[in-house]
T-cell receptor, first 110, second 110 residues
């Protein structure tokens, strides 16, 4: 079951904050966040395992609500380099393939 | 440490031909995944190989096939190419929950 991402697209000015949501209709074991720039491969940002933890990487952090079967990616004080398409991928235990949402296109403008 | 590598970078074929794409996972990674990313679409799971065996396949016709070699590298074959097969084909590898993508092979079918 493909996770649902929202919003589909968002435009920000430098320094503004954004939240990208990822929800699933089935129980989640893990949520993986990637950023893909045009013409490039998706780059791994972070992984969240069930347990409601929150992780952060510089000004990008994420939360995982196991009960609500959703994850949110928080981008704080956005920079031009944050532009790209963000994908969430959901996984089961083990090495089972990730199932990705359709992506959220984020554009940061000066 | 070298990341996931793929070859060729670009491939142009005509309808009805066969295409072969290659992938070398990160050293030590035993699982290899293939994803198709058509223009403007998300990442669609194609095939999963682990320890030389096909573990799972996505909702794609049988003309999409592949294999994994003893050194864990992998090959994706697409027979009887159709115009809608034009896409970026991404290979990924993992040795646990974290999945890393290669740069992709852009296949164009004319």
């Amino acid at each position: 079951q493909q996770p649902v991402q929202s919003p589909q697209a968002v435009i920000l000015r430098e320094g503004e904050d954004a939240v990208i949501n990822c929800s699933s209709s089935k129980a989640l074991y893990s949520v993986h966040w990637y950023r893909q720039k045009h013409g490039e491969a998706p780059v791994f940002l972070m992984i969240l395992l069930k347990g409601g933890e929150q992780k952060g990487h510089e000004k990008i952090s994420a939360s995982f609500n196991e009960k609500k079967q959703q994850s949110s990616l928080y981008l704080t004080a956005s920079q031009l380099s944050y532009s790209g398409t963000y994908f969430c991928g959901t996984g089961n235990s083990g090495n089972t393939p990730l199932v990705f949402g359709k992506g959220t296109r984020l554009s940061v403008i000066a | 440490e070298a990341g996931v590598t793929q070859s060729p970078t670009h491939l142009i074929k005509t309808r009805g031909q066969q295409a072969t794409l290659r992938c070398s996972p990160i050293s030590g990674h035993t699982s290899v995944y293939w994803y198709q990313q058509a223009l403007g679409l998300g990442l669609q799971f194609l095939l999963w190989y682990d320890e030389g065996e096909e573990r799972n396949r996505g909702n794609f016709p049988p003309r999409f096939s592949g294999r994994q070699f003893p050194n864990y590298s992998s090959e994706l074959n697409v027979n009887a190419l159709e115009l809608e097969d034009s896409a970026l084909y991404l290979c990924a590898s993992s040795l646990g929950p974290q999945t890393y993508f290669g740069p992709g092979t852009r296949l164009t079918v004319t």
